[in-house]
């Protein structure tokens, strides 16, 4: 699984680890902390998610750009100076005033700005190491194993978010009640999630130390087109107009189905949330609460990858060695279990755990299964991979849909909250949604560096998350609705927008094939 990749891999991977963990500690939060300062709707903080997301994710198209031009490794380093300062002003408390306003938005078109300028061009110097054909046949497991560490930081960071949060609220009195309106819970609250911003900042600065310290392990892939022509003439592949043409179109094609695909996938933050927050019983007793014990999830998470290596190992010594410590970590994990607080109080934001955490532990059975394939003949392309994608990500909403058969609707429900429902649900929504999200994309990504002519690398990518901005904006459209319509309705527009997309790539993969050829 680890075996003969480049070091510039796990140098990048880890770097971008870091990132993510402050990011996603911020956006575990995120929708929360705006309702809890400013009083805000679900409808009015969904868009503003909505709206910060689809940002994040369309500015590296910018960044995409500029990096041809000036370097993928300096922008790198740009965006992450931009970043912190995005955090930074996140963090300073503020009144809910318009004052409060003005930094909120400023410090989150800083965080937008850096992430364009860092997280695509970041991939792309992944994807260059791969351009060496002593790589080239690992570039798909690569991405796999770059898109499992992204998530590890990921999964850490809901329970980073609710730790600060319950941390603060004890220095006031409080604990944390998803239905209390108090006006000096509420500041406690707001004032609690603001430190949350502050995590990000720290966690940004650990990536820079990382990714500088192992700048020489990739520092030969920080090169644009233009300095490999300088460097290597005779080794330059150029591609025909008309080569160039077919791949973008391709690109393009693709970047328009998985739009759909993001607008269903990231109402982790916002309907997904509310849900949590509006029918789901926070208070979990029994062998489920394990399921909230991050630590349990991560000796779990760990333990998939020495069993794996322990059937993957040619030395009975080394097998040894690794079933052992498989065993011990399960013990571990069923000790922390066992002392787990039962009942165990949990947050909404807890939910968001789930996803990188299935990532990380699902990724290896993923990359077994297609390299079985692969080696039997019968590999999976990526374009065919996005198809099934959205025929799962269908299948996980069918699941939400199931549960919210006898609930009373948001429009009805108002304020109050309906906390019947066992958490087992949304762990299974999440546990599906995270399948379709593996088969997509790191596949996705992947794709794109493999596809995209060379000049046009940073661009192609900055086109991808392009797609999925447009996706994060349109995963407004379910909070809008929030309290207009019935909750299934919800729930059966995003089933069927990725049915509708699932068929229209399955369509499109003899004519992708032929494009990219």
Request: hydrophobic content about 50%.
């Amino acid at each position: 699984m680890f075996k003969n990749q480049p070091k510039g891999l796990f140098a990048l991977a880890l770097a971008n680890t870091g990132e993510r963990f402050g990011y996603y500690t911020m956006l575990a939060i995120f929708t929360l902390f705006m309702q809890a300062k400013f009083g805000w709707t679900e409808a009015a903080a969904g868009q503003v998610y909505a709206i910060f997301l689809a940002i994040v994710y369309f500015s590296p198209l910018l960044g995409g750009f500029i990096a041809d031009k000036i370097g993928y490794g300096k922008c790198v380093v740009i965006g992450m100076i931009t970043m912190f300062l995005g955090y930074l002003a996140l963090a300073i408390p503020t009144a809910p005033d318009t004052v409060g306003k003005v930094v909120m938005f400023g410090g989150l078109g800083l965080v937008s700005l850096g992430t364009g300028l860092f997280k695509g061009n970041l991939q792309v110097l992944v994807g260059n190491l791969y351009d060496d054909p002593k790589y080239s046949d690992r570039r798909d497991a690569a991405f796999s194993l770059f898109y499992m560490a992204i998530n590890i930081g990921a999964m850490f960071a809901p329970s980073m978010a609710r730790w600060i949060t319950n941390m603060h609220l004890a220095k006031y009195g409080f604990v944390y009640d998803a239905g209390c309106t108090d006006p000096a819970y509420l500041d406690a609250l707001y004032n609690a999630y603001g430190l949350c911003f502050g995590v990000a900042c720290g966690s940004l600065v650990l990536s820079a130390i990382i990714y500088f310290a192992c700048r020489k392990w990739f520092k030969h892939a920080d090169v644009t087109v233009k300095q490999v022509k300088v460097a290597s003439p005779t080794q330059t592949v150029e591609l025909t107009p008309k080569q160039t043409k077919d791949r973008i179109v391709a690109l393009l094609l693709v970047f328009g189905v998985v739009i759909f695909f993001w607008m269903a996938f990231h109402q982790n933050g916002a309907a997904l949330t509310f849900f949590a927050k509006k029918y789901t019983n926070l208070t979990v007793g029994g062998p489920l609460r394990f399921s909230f014990n991050i630590f349990s999830l991560a000796l779990i998470a760990a333990s998939v990858y020495t069993a794996f290596a322990t059937f993957q190992s040619k030395e009975i010594r080394n097998r040894l060695i690794l079933a052992f410590s498989t065993l011990a970590l399960w013990g571990g994990a069923i000790w922390l279990s066992l002392n787990t607080k039962n009942p165990l109080h949990v947050q909404a934001s807890d939910f968001q755990q789930f996803n990188p955490f299935f990532v990380v532990a699902l990724t290896p059975f993923s990359m077994a299964f297609f390299a079985a394939l692969e080696r039997r003949g019968k590999e999976i392309s990526a374009p065919a991979r996005i198809a099934w994608g959205m025929l799962v990500a269908a299948l996980g909403f069918g699941v939400i849909t199931l549960a919210s058969r006898s609930l009373i609707s948001p429009m009805d429900l108002g304020n109050g909250t309906q906390s019947i429902l066992s958490p087992a649900w949304l762990i299974s929504t999440y546990f599906t949604l995270t399948i379709a999200e593996l088969l997509l994309s790191p596949m996705g990504i992947s794709f794109v560096t493999k596809v995209a002519p060379p000049k046009y690398k940073g661009l192609m990518m900055g086109g991808w998350f392009a797609a999925t901005a447009i996706g994060n904006y349109l995963s407004s459209i379910p909070s809008m609705l929030w309290n207009k319509i019935p909750l299934m309705y919800n729930w059966a527009i995003l089933i069927a927008l990725c049915l509708v997309s699932a068929i229209i790539m399955f369509s499109l993969l003899k004519k992708l094939k032929k494009m990219t050829a």
